[in-house]
């Protein structure tokens, strides 16, 4: 039964750390605006810059730890770096929850979003069978001889790590995000009819003027009872709203489209009915000027022959992106949107939408923009 057991923590907690980092490693990019949460959190942003190569860099160590666990080489160090790992990832959990923080933890990516103490739920099932591999760990038995196990080990960390320079190069493998091929962001932003919105009841602190007494109550017992009519009972502090039911939420809801005045024009922009290119750069300071001339010169010759319209999405001060453009010569018209819907859009700064009728045609990291010939051919000169 012994010899049962450290195989079943064995073979889930493997596979566990495996899907977990390939998961992340899929979206590395994704996984450093988690870590920069993480950073500001703990007051350490002059980490910043290392999150992309941080984010690697754990979600190949997953795999690595994963895949050396369940061939059973080098068994004690795996123990020892499978029990360090968890507790580092237990302790950001039970933070996150614990101080309602960063509200999504990115355990496994996009692809299952977990609340932070469904996450730190998790994480204490892994501890409590990590813990039993790192008490058995002389009892876990390889599954070739040490110098073929060491083979695959080293192999298991060169896939990983060149799956990550390809996913952080040239996009993730598979979108889990809403603004993936084929979605149509206005469909993504409504809610259907009949559908009900998050239920929310605001909890008040109340206290006696006369008698000092203290007593809490939900808004609708304060409005049913007639408290609020009441002048002895004052409200102490601030109501606390909370979530008593979640309800339908669209898989867009943060993403409206402006012009540099702060008029709305998300309707008119992606209802187009025809192609229009979309360029996403959400921090000009960051963007890579290369990609961005290389798209502009595309951008000049669909405007030429096909009259096509382009659009600059951008975070940056209205100021800041008329300046860049003018310097920069760019013929796309600039409208404004909030960084993290633009992250989402496509992992690349810059990178570009092909959108007809608000739906995701294509998109395309700088890294593999397509040349004008091809796409003219795939699109273009086919019927709309």
């Known amino acids: 039964m012994k010899n049962g057991l450290i195989w079943f923590c064995r073979i889930a907690v493997g596979l566990l750390f495996i899907f977990s980092g390939l998961i992340k490693i899929n979206d590395p990019l994704g996984f450093s605006y988690k870590l920069e949460e993480y950073f500001e959190v703990f007051h350490i942003t002059f980490l910043n810059n290392t999150a992309v190569g941080l984010a690697v860099i754990l979600c190949s160590l997953e795999i690595i730890l994963g895949f050396g666990l369940l061939i059973g080489v080098?068994?004690?160090?795996?123990?020892?770096?499978?029990?360090?790992?968890?507790?580092?990832?237990a302790f950001l959990t039970f933070y996150s929850a614990a101080f309602k923080v960063v509200q999504t933890c990115g355990c496994f990516g996009d692809a299952i979003p977990l609340t932070p103490w469904q996450s730190f739920t998790k994480d204490l099932v892994l501890l409590l069978l990590i813990i039993v591999l790192f008490v058995n760990k002389e009892q876990i038995k390889p599954l070739f001889k040490p110098k073929a196990g060491d083979n695959w080990l080293i192999g298991s960390a060169i896939v990983a790590f060149l799956l990550?320079?390809?996913t952080y190069n040239f996009s993730p493998v598979m979108d889990f995000l809403p603004y993936k091929i084929g979605a149509n962001i206005l469909d993504e932003m409504k809610t259907p009819p009949g559908a009900q919105p998050d239920q929310y009841q605001?909890?008040?602190?109340?206290?006696?003027?006369?008698?000092?007494?203290?007593?809490?109550?939900?808004?609708?017992?304060?409005?049913?009872?007639?408290?609020?009519?009441?002048?002895?009972?004052?409200?102490?502090?601030t109501p606390?709203?909370?979530?008593?039911?979640?309800?339908?939420?669209?898989?867009?809801?943060?993403?409206?489209?402006q012009d540099a005045q702060g008029n709305n024009y998300t309707q008119e922009v992606l209802g187009n009915p025809f192609y229009n290119l979309v360029i996403v750069a959400y921090d000009l300071n960051k963007t890579n000027e290369d990609a961005l001339a290389r798209m502009n010169a595309l951008a000049v010759t669909l405007v030429q022959n096909y009259n096509t319209r382009t659009i600059?999405?951008?975070?940056?001060?209205?100021?800041?992106?008329?300046?860049?453009?003018?310097?920069?010569?760019?013929v796309a018209e600039i409208y404004y949107a909030d960084g993290v819907p633009l992250k989402s859009m496509v992992r690349s700064n810059p990178g570009v939408l092909l959108l007809k009728k608000g739906t995701i045609i294509n998109k395309w990291h700088y890294h593999s923009l397509p040349k004008y010939d091809d796409l003219v051919k795939q699109y273009f000169q086919q019927p709309q």
């Open 164 to 166: 990550g320079f390809y």
């Open 240 to 257: 606390e709203s909370k979530l008593v039911k979640k309800g339908f939420t669209p898989k867009i809801v943060d993403l409206v489209i």
């Open 312 to 330: 600059l999405l951008t975070s940056a001060p209205p100021r800041l992106a008329e300046a860049y453009a003018k310097q920069h010569h760019l």
């Open 74 to 89: 080098r068994a004690k160090q795996i123990a020892w770096g499978l029990l360090l790992l968890i507790i580092f990832f």
């Open 202 to 237: 605001i909890d008040y602190k109340l206290k006696n003027k006369k008698t000092g007494e203290t007593k809490d109550m939900t808004d609708k017992e304060y409005l049913a009872t007639n408290t609020w009519k009441d002048a002895n009972w004052e409200i102490v502090g």
